[in-house]
């Protein structure tokens, strides 16, 4: 979406009145704290999320049938304040009963959207009312918690993610366009081919080899996408985004797919780099190239300073002629969209972060991530320190207000977007460089590398941390925590 920002409020009012998704306040909260299921009185809710079959043209005569809110993929930006409570309604028109997570947001169990946190699930055909206040400011999103295992027409596999946009407090407002873009791909397939991380650095390469040798049996399956797309449209399909010569255009980019990790350029320009996943870096900094795993976001300004008509898009070429990019088009400017391949730059996280060592925690909790290969035919098994995921055992105890650091020691050759619900951790390591001020919550973790980050649980209950790589997290990859 575009506008100018001297017309935010304006904006913000037509979102309200055009898309139905912000509506009339309800006046009475459900639950303790105005968080809960108890009934509420009838009225439009704040928020509503309708859950049901999507035929969405995503390309040139190419119609995909999907699930999605609202009739639309991805669904209608949620604006939302900062610390204002909101009603939310989320009725299920599916067969199977749904999970709504609100990722990134520091909310009670009970409504995040994970069954592991026995959160409420919204039945077939059924409706549910809650509510909760929007927290922390930035870029969030909204997705399906569900599990799939090996049906790949459920979860995050579908059309059901939205961005989420709290309005901070204060904002400065530095920028004439904001831009909302969301990848996702489509047509899920099972493969043996394993995905490539790219790291070229020879002792990585070493430790593949020896893992690989190690194993008992070949790897199993992993997923491949016949379409990829950008805000559910693949590339030269769709409007292109139009921006004007010396505009600075505010980009929220956030990675919707179910199990890709993605790389994204546009010729001719740079990535200032403000926030990342939702939260202000400590140092913004200019890229040629972002790098983001599975639900990571990132917030970046771009000058339009390089007139013409360009492709943002994937260095990879497969991907990007199966459509992952988008036309940015520059006002008076027309031709086929033109794109230039960057050169290859390492994705460091440390460059937007203080170079700060972090202070002692008050305990460190070793978080190592193991594989066991499935063979041809079958699915990789992943263990966090040695076990996969039991529903059975009783949860880890954290205690609140207590610091923490968790050192995720990937053992593994595939990368691993990790992703800790209800809360946000600050980043203190990466691969062996002190950082500071970074804070997120999702990151990615390369094969055979090491991230300590840091958190203090924010409220008591239930807290979910997983791969957010779709077919990782149904196969093993979990770790329940218990805040006390």
Known sequence: MNRPEGTRRDFLAGIASASGILGAACTRAAGPGGNGSAALETGPADVTLRIGTVLADIAKDHTVSTTGYNGAVPGPLIRLREGVPITVDLFNDTDIAELVHWHGQIIPAAVDGAAEEKSLEVPAHGHIRYRMTPQPSGARFVHSHVMPG?????????????????????????????????????????????????????????????????????????????????????????????????????????????????????????????????????????????????????????????????????????????????????????????????????????????????????????????????????????????????????????????RYRLIFDNQTDDAHPVHLHRNSFELVDVWGKPTAGILKDVVLVKGFRKIAVDVTPAGDGLTLFHCHQQLHMDFGFKELFNVV
């Open 150 to 402: 090996g049906d790949l027409s459920r979860g995050t596999y579908t059309g059901q993610f939205a961005f989420v946009y709290i309005e901070p407090k204060n904002n400065p407002g530095a920028y004439d366009q904001e831009i909302f873009l969301a990848t996702h791909e489509f047509e899920p397939f099972f493969g043996a081919e394993e995905m490539e991380e790219g790291d070229q650095d020879p002792e990585i390469v070493r430790k593949t080899k020896e893992a690989q040798e190690k194993q008992a049996k070949p790897n199993g399956w992993e997923i491949g996408y016949q379409r990829f797309t950008i805000n559910g449209k693949s590339l030269g399909y769709g409007d292109p985004v139009r921006v004007k010569e010396g505009q600075r255009v505010l980009f929220h980019i956030l990675n919707g797919s179910a199990t890709e990790n993605i790389q994204l350029a546009l010729p001719g320009h740079q990535f200032q780099i403000v926030a990342m996943d939702g939260n202000p870096v400590p140092r913004p900094a200019p890229v040629d190239v972002l790098e983001m795993g599975t639900a990571e976001r990132i917030s970046a300004v771009v000058e339009m300073k390089n007139p013409g008509v360009w492709i943002l898009g994937t260095p990879m070429d497969d991907d990007r002629q199966n459509g992952m990019g988008i036309v940015v088009e520059y006002s008076n400017k027309s031709g086929p969209p033109r794109w230039i391949k960057p050169a290859k730059k390492p994705w460091d996280y440390t460059l937007f972060g203080r170079n700060e060592t972090a202070k002692p925690p008050d305990e460190t909790i070793p978080l190592v991530f193991g594989k066991i290969n499935g063979g041809q035919g079958g699915f990789n098994h992943w263990t966090i320190n040695g076990k996969s995921f039991d529903e059975k055992a009783a949860p880890a105890t954290l205690h609140r207000g207590r």
